[in-house]
């Protein structure tokens, strides 16, 4: 007899054990669904914000591109400026020099006329 | 009580036989259909991004880009009121009303209203929330140096393919496959992560230098305005590569707005459009006379004081003379002298050496609608003709052929093909493609070291091209000049004229070989003075441009650690 009770109260838990576990298996698929579809809308958003950024970046690419052409910046050396370009007949082009502490020029230009404050002298 | 109870579990019995019904209903037998419809409803089909791929100049400077935009339709059978839609969206789009009601009144279910707007333009028209009208992503090319190269790069239309130019040309490389793919969509019609896969096109990489068609571009243009002329060609490449450095073209147009220009202006003339090219075809002569032993460079030539008689026609030198060594006859670029010379050759030998220089062929350039030109064969000669073509006349060639012929000479006898396109890349950077340039061999390097010599005596002070004189370096080249014909009236005019110039330089190791052709200049027109200065400035920057040294010094030896000097000046200076 109480074996028998003992049983009902076991086949009882059994029962309510298996309901508890369908319940929480169902609510944790529900609640897993809607948090990868919220974390889809985030990504979602943040595609967006990527793409906006992207397209910021192919603007800026297009500026970049603009603004660094040769005829621009002629036009701004040139005419804003007032710099020449290079005459050849007043540049002397130079090699390095593999021996160490030897400095000389030779050509047209003498020393004094190079500007020398504008350049430093390696001396390996 | 008990009968109540059997009413009760007899409707509930039905109530869930009902239902079992449905979900029958809805999970066996309708299955396909709704399961079809709820995908319908949750995925949308839509084009994929693509985007064309980029075209670069040899420095990896772009030249051709991508911009965003966006495109508006409309689907009329949706459009309740046409004639208020028309006049909303004529306030936001730069159209008149009535354009657009003809596009929203159309019978079709799809029409498009305006393309490839920038995003900014069309976010107002988002807002209006008009029923009927829908938006579309899209690519618009943008070609950010507007004129600059423009007659290479080409164009594309509004539906991003290729018309012109390089576009055209490598439209296959450059075009990305348009892909559909389903996107997942809520309820609401909310977009869900969809990825952000974006399809490029491959990058195709010019032989072109932005800088040196600059150089070239200003130097054409400077060189149009003096004169006045009609049209123009630079082409500037290197003779041992075919590596084409720059083409600049006058009329040009900007590809941004490819329709305010006319078609002729469009036209890459460099390739396309043949001429008559005067001395410069002297060159071939000279060629084949040195190939065939008919000549050496001091053989006596008698001028006989500047005129030659041929068939009924008289044909005279510009500058008279007697007796001129054969190197004095191209110098000083005189007909007579070169027709007795074509004459010792003969029309076999000299139309074999025509062809062999690659005249009355394409180039094999990779731009579109090259011209082969058109040589006569020998036997389509008349007796004119012996003293027509061997001084460059009944013969049609592009500026690009005679540009190759120079080059010949500059490298030593190879015949290169001339190539704008330096490497394909895919999307991450891989090349998938190099160019390997082909040259073939059509005469010997002691022809050329002899031609070499006498076309640098053609730019000396005794020559017809000093103006194309460079301070500091040496360089060779010919003159030509040649009267247009006028096919109305079917003889040559008097007032119009071709005048060119083509040559290379350093001469004694030629790193660029460049031809000027001005098309009916006003006022002077002959090459040595309307297209020889333009030779000299182009010339000029761009030795200066590629920090060539001069010859006329001695080599430097002081060491400079990376400094500009003024603008463009020494910078990383090496010899």
Same mark, same amino acid.
């Given at each position: 007899?109480?074996?028998?009770?003992?049983?009902?109260?076991?086949?009882?838990?059994?029962?309510?054990?298996?309901?508890?576990?369908?319940?929480?298996?169902?609510?944790?698929?529900?609640?897993?669904?809607?948090?990868?579809?919220?974390?889809?809308?985030?990504?979602?958003?943040?595609?967006?914000?990527?793409?906006?950024?992207?397209?910021?970046?192919?603007?800026?690419?297009?500026?970049?591109?603009?603004?660094?052409?040769?005829?621009?910046?002629?036009?701004?050396?040139?005419?804003?400026?007032?710099?020449?370009?290079?005459?050849?007949?007043?540049?002397?082009?130079?090699?390095?020099?593999?021996?160490?502490?030897?400095?000389?020029?030779?050509?047209?230009?003498?020393?004094?006329?190079?500007?020398?404050?504008?350049?430093?002298?390696?001396?390996? | 009580?008990?009968?109540?109870?059997?009413?009760?579990?007899?409707?509930?019995?039905?109530?869930?036989?009902?239902?079992?019904?449905?979900?029958?209903?809805?999970?066996?037998?309708?299955?396909?259909?709704?399961?079809?419809?709820?995908?319908?409803?949750?995925?949308?089909?839509?084009?994929?991004?693509?985007?064309?791929?980029?075209?670069?100049?040899?420095?990896?400077?772009?030249?051709?880009?991508?911009?965003?935009?966006?495109?508006?339709?409309?689907?009329?059978?949706?459009?309740?009121?046409?004639?208020?839609?028309?006049?909303?969206?004529?306030?936001?789009?730069?159209?008149?009303?009535?354009?657009? =009601?003809?596009?929203?009144?159309?019978?079709?279910?799809?029409?498009?209203?305006?393309?490839?707007?920038?995003?900014?333009?069309?976010?107002?028209?988002?807002?209006?929330?008009?029923?009927?009208? #829908?938006?579309?992503?899209?690519?618009?090319?943008?070609?950010?140096?507007?004129?600059?190269?423009?007659?290479?790069? $080409?164009?594309?239309?509004?539906?991003?393919?290729?018309?012109? !130019?390089?576009?055209?040309?490598?439209?296959?490389?450059?075009?990305?496959?348009?892909?559909?793919?389903?996107?997942?969509?809520?309820?609401?019609?909310?977009?869900?992560?969809? !990825? =952000?896969?974006?399809?490029?096109?491959?990058?195709?990489?010019?032989?072109?230098?932005? #800088?040196?068609?600059?150089?070239?571009?200003?130097?054409?243009?400077?060189?149009?305005?003096?004169?006045?002329?009609?049209?123009?060609?630079?082409?500037?490449?290197?003779?041992?590569?075919?590596?084409?450095?720059?083409?600049?073209?006058?009329?040009?147009?900007?590809?941004?707005?490819?329709?305010?220009?006319?078609?002729?202006?469009?036209?890459?003339?460099?390739?396309?459009?043949?001429?008559?090219?005067?001395?410069? *075809?002297?060159?071939?002569?000279?060629? /084949?006379?040195?190939?065939?032993?008919?000549?050496?460079?001091?053989?006596?030539?008698?001028?006989? !004081?500047?005129?030659?008689?041929?068939?009924?026609?008289?044909?005279?030198?510009?500058?008279?003379?007697?007796?001129?060594?054969?190197?004095?006859?191209?110098?000083?670029?005189?007909?007579?002298?070169?027709?007795?010379? /074509?004459?010792?050759?003969?029309?076999?030998?000299?139309?074999?050496?025509?062809?062999?220089?690659?005249?009355?062929?394409?180039?094999?350039?990779?731009?579109?609608?090259?011209?082969?030109?058109?040589?006569?064969?020998?036997?389509?000669?008349?007796?004119?003709?012996?003293?027509?073509?061997?001084?460059?006349?009944?013969?049609?060639?592009?500026?690009?052929?005679?540009?190759?012929?120079?080059?010949?000479?500059?490298?030593? #006898?190879?015949?290169?093909?001339?190539?704008?396109?330096?490497?394909?890349? /895919?999307?991450?950077?891989?090349?998938?493609?190099?160019?390997?340039?082909?040259?073939?061999?059509?005469?010997?390097?002691?022809?050329?070291?002899?031609?070499?010599?006498?076309?640098? $005596?053609?730019?000396?002070?005794?020559?017809?091209?000093?103006?194309?004189?460079?301070? $500091?370096?040496?360089?060779?080249?010919?003159?030509?000049?040649?009267?247009? *014909?006028?096919?109305?009236?079917?003889?040559?005019?008097?007032?119009?004229?071709?005048?060119?110039?083509?040559?290379?330089?350093?001469?004694?190791?030629?790193?660029?070989?460049?031809?000027?052709?001005?098309?009916?200049?006003?006022?002077?027109?002959?090459?040595?003075?309307?297209? +020889?200065? /333009?030779?000299?400035?182009? +010339?000029?920057?761009?030795?200066?441009?590629?920090?060539?040294?001069?010859?006329?010094?001695?080599? !430097?030896?002081?060491?400079?650690?990376?400094?500009?000097?003024?603008?463009?000046?020494?910078?990383?200076?090496?010899?």
């Amino acid at each position: 007899m109480i074996y028998s009770k003992k049983r009902n109260v076991l086949k009882y838990y059994e029962w309510f054990l298996l309901f508890f576990l369908i319940v929480a298996g169902l609510f944790t698929i529900i609640w897993l669904r809607s948090a990868i579809t919220a974390l889809e809308y985030n990504i979602a958003s943040l595609e967006e914000r990527k793409k906006e950024i992207l397209k910021e970046r192919k603007e800026l690419l297009a500026q970049r591109a603009s603004l660094s052409s040769s005829h621009r910046i002629y036009e701004i050396a040139v005419k804003r400026q007032g710099l020449a370009f290079p005459d050849r007949r007043y540049i002397s082009l130079i090699k390095r020099n593999e021996s160490p502490q030897v400095v000389s020029v030779r050509g047209k230009i003498k020393l004094d006329e190079l500007f020398l404050d504008d350049f430093s002298f390696s001396h390996r | 009580m008990t009968k109540r109870a059997v009413i009760l579990n007899t409707v509930i019995t039905i109530c869930f036989v009902i239902i079992l019904f449905r979900l029958f209903d809805l999970m066996i037998i309708n299955h396909g259909r709704l399961k079809a419809r709820a995908e319908r409803q949750h995925y949308k089909r839509e084009n994929k991004e693509v985007t064309r791929g980029l075209i670069l100049d040899r420095r990896g400077r772009e030249l051709a880009i991508n911009l965003d935009a966006e495109s508006v339709f409309c689907r009329p059978h949706e459009i309740e009121s046409p004639e208020r839609y028309a006049k909303e969206l004529s306030r936001y789009l730069d159209k008149r009303p009535d354009i657009i =009601l003809a596009k929203l009144s159309k019978k079709s279910r799809f029409s498009w209203i305006e393309r490839s707007l920038s995003t900014e333009k069309v976010e107002p028209l988002k807002r209006l929330g008009l029923k009927g009208i #829908g938006f579309m992503k899209e690519t618009k090319r943008f070609y950010p140096k507007g004129f600059l190269a423009s007659h290479v790069l $080409g164009f594309v239309n509004i539906d991003q393919k290729g018309i012109e !130019g390089i576009e055209l040309m490598y439209d296959s490389q450059l075009r990305a496959v348009l892909t559909r793919a389903s996107l997942l969509r809520d309820a609401n019609g909310r977009p869900l992560s969809e !990825g =952000l896969e974006e399809r490029k096109g491959n990058n195709v990489v010019l032989t072109i230098d932005e #800088g040196l068609q600059y150089i070239a571009e200003k130097s054409l243009e400077s060189s149009i305005e003096k004169w006045q002329a009609e049209w123009g060609v630079i082409i500037m490449m290197d003779p041992f590569t075919g590596e084409i450095l720059a083409m600049a073209v006058r009329p040009t147009y900007d590809p941004n707005n490819f329709k305010d220009s006319k078609p002729s202006v469009r036209r890459n003339r460099a390739i396309t459009d043949t001429y008559e090219p005067g001395s410069t *075809f002297k060159l071939v002569t000279a060629v /084949a006379a040195f190939e065939e032993g008919i000549v050496e460079p001091e053989t006596k030539i008698d001028c006989d !004081g500047g005129r030659i008689r041929i068939g009924k026609k008289i044909i005279e030198d510009v500058h008279p003379s007697g007796v001129l060594t054969f190197k004095e006859v191209i110098g000083r670029s005189s007909n007579v002298g070169t027709i007795k010379v /074509a004459r010792m050759l003969g029309p076999e030998r000299l139309y074999r050496y025509i062809r062999l220089l690659g005249f009355g062929s394409k180039t094999g350039i990779d731009l579109p609608g090259e011209a082969s030109g058109y040589i006569k064969p020998p036997e389509r000669w008349s007796i004119q003709s012996m003293g027509a073509i061997p001084i460059g006349y009944e013969v049609a060639v592009t500026p690009l052929q005679v540009l190759r012929a120079y080059a010949a000479v500059a490298n030593g #006898g190879w015949l290169v093909t001339p190539h704008v396109v330096s490497a394909i890349t /895919a999307p991450d950077g891989n090349p998938i493609y190099r160019f390997r340039y082909k040259a073939e061999r059509v005469f010997s390097q002691k022809t050329a070291l002899i031609i070499k010599d006498i076309l640098t $005596g053609t730019v000396s002070q005794e020559g017809t091209a000093r103006l194309a004189g460079v301070d $500091g370096n040496s360089v060779a080249g010919k003159t030509g000049t040649t009267r247009l *014909f006028d096919p109305v009236k079917k003889t040559y005019s008097k007032d119009r004229y071709v005048s060119s110039f083509v040559g290379f330089v350093p001469a004694s190791n030629p790193k660029i070989t460049a031809i000027v052709v001005i098309g009916e200049p006003r006022g002077e027109y002959y090459g040595g003075t309307v297209a +020889a200065p /333009a030779f000299k400035e182009l +010339a000029e920057a761009t030795l200066s441009y590629l920090r060539i040294p001069r010859e006329d010094t001695e080599e !430097g030896v002081l060491r400079l650690k990376g400094h500009t000097h003024g603008f463009g000046g020494i910078n990383n200076a090496t010899q």
